[in-house]
C-alpha cells in the first residue's frame, strides 16, 4: 500500500503563486506516475499534471506555462509550482500515484490519493 500526503494549499491573489507538495510512503518502489488532479465546486474532478519515473511531464492546456511539476531528488516526493494564479484555479487539489505490477514482487496495478489541499485565488 501506498500512502500519500499533501500540503501546501492556501488563499492567494490573482497572479500569486503556491508550491503543493506531495510525500509518499509504504510501498514506494511499486509507483509508476504521480499525477495532480484538482475539483472545483460543481465540477468533475480533472488531471492537470502527471510525471512518469522517467520525469517526463504532461500538463492540461488550462495549467501549461504556468505550473510546474517536478520529483524531488529522494523520487518519493513531487512538487506542484503554481505561478500565475487564476481564480478560476481555486479548487481542491489532489495528489494520484499509480502503482504497477510490472515492478514485482507484492507490486499491485492500483491507484492511491491523498487526502487533497484547498487552493483559493481571489480576484
Known amino acids: 500500500q501506498v500512502q500519500l500526503v499533501e500540503s501546501g494549499g492556501d488563499t492567494v491573489q490573482a497572479g500569486g503563486s503556491l508550491r503543493l507538495s506531495c510525500t509518499a510512503s509504504g510501498d514506494t518502489s511499486c509507483i509508476s506516475d504521480f499525477n495532480w488532479y484538482r475539483q472545483a465546486p460543481g465540477k468533475e474532478r480533472e488531471l492537470i499534471a502527471a510525471?512518469?519515473?522517467?520525469?517526463?511531464?504532461h500538463y492540461d492546456g488550462s495549467v501549461r506555462g504556468r505550473f510546474t511539476n517536478a520529483r524531488g531528488e529522494d523520487k518519493n516526493t513531487v512538487y506542484l509550482q503554481m505561478n500565475n494564479l487564476k481564480p478560476e484555479d481555486t479548487a481542491v487539489y489532489y495528489c494520484n500515484a499509480d502503482t504497477d505490477s510490472d515492478y514485482g514482487g507484492s507490486c499491485t496495478d492500483y491507484e492511491y490519493w491523498g487526502q487533497g489541499t484547498q487552493v483559493t485565488v481571489s480576484s
Open positions: 510525471i512518469t519515473t522517467a520525469g517526463t511531464n
